[in-house]
DNA sequence: AAACTGACTAATA
DNA sequence: CTATTAGCCAGTT
């Protein structure tokens, strides 16, 4: 498979979530430089090597939902690993972005 | 090589 | 809140 350098930025930038966050498919993009490509992030994601060990599960949509669509089983899974995370999910199976939304600009080092 | 597909987002109504 | 439209790009067929 062709080392695409995007993926790896992407992997990197979903590694970057810190625990008990959640974050964006369009936060991730913007964050491994690919501002705009958000699909290209889930296509990424979906190829994401278990070597890696990207918490691909702290990565949700817009709406704040597991993104899985064709994988019920693998979402469920996402979820009871972020509410393990203290990541809490409302009834119809979102979350609050407003408050478990990471927020980079705070998080990251002031440096760089 | 053209068309189709897909872990998406944002804007508008 | 939902529905619709358009944009984006890599992998499959």
Same mark, same amino acid.
């Given at each position: 498979?062709?080392?695409?350098?995007?993926y790896? %930025?992407?992997?990197?930038?979903v590694l970057? &979530?810190?625990r008990g966050?959640?974050?964006?498919?369009?936060? &991730?993009?913007?964050l491994?430089?690919?501002?705009? @490509?958000?699909?290209? =992030?889930?296509?990424?994601l @979906? %190829?994401?090597?278990d *070597?890696?060990a !990207?918490? #691909?599960?702290? =990565?949700l /949509?817009?709406?704040? *939902?597991?993104a899985?669509?064709?994988?019920p089983?693998?979402?469920?899974h996402q979820? +009871?690993?972020?509410?393990?995370?203290g !990541?809490?999910?409302?009834? /119809?199976?979102? =979350?609050?972005?407003?408050?478990?939304? #990471? /927020? !980079?600009?705070?998080? +990251?080092?002031?440096?760089e």
């Amino acid at each position: 498979m062709a080392g695409s350098e995007s993926y790896a %930025r992407i992997y990197e930038a979903v590694l970057r &979530i810190p625990r008990g966050r959640v974050a964006t498919y369009g936060q &991730i993009a913007a964050l491994a430089g690919l501002p705009g @490509h958000a699909r290209q =992030v889930g296509y990424a994601l @979906h %190829r994401t090597p278990d *070597e890696l060990a !990207v918490p #691909w599960q702290r =990565v949700l /949509n817009a709406k704040g *939902e597991i993104a899985l669509r064709a994988d019920p089983i693998a979402a469920k899974h996402q979820r +009871e690993l972020l509410r393990g995370e203290g !990541v809490r999910f409302r009834r /119809n199976g979102t =979350v609050e972005l407003r408050k478990y939304g #990471w /927020n !980079v600009v705070a998080e +990251e080092e002031p440096d760089e």
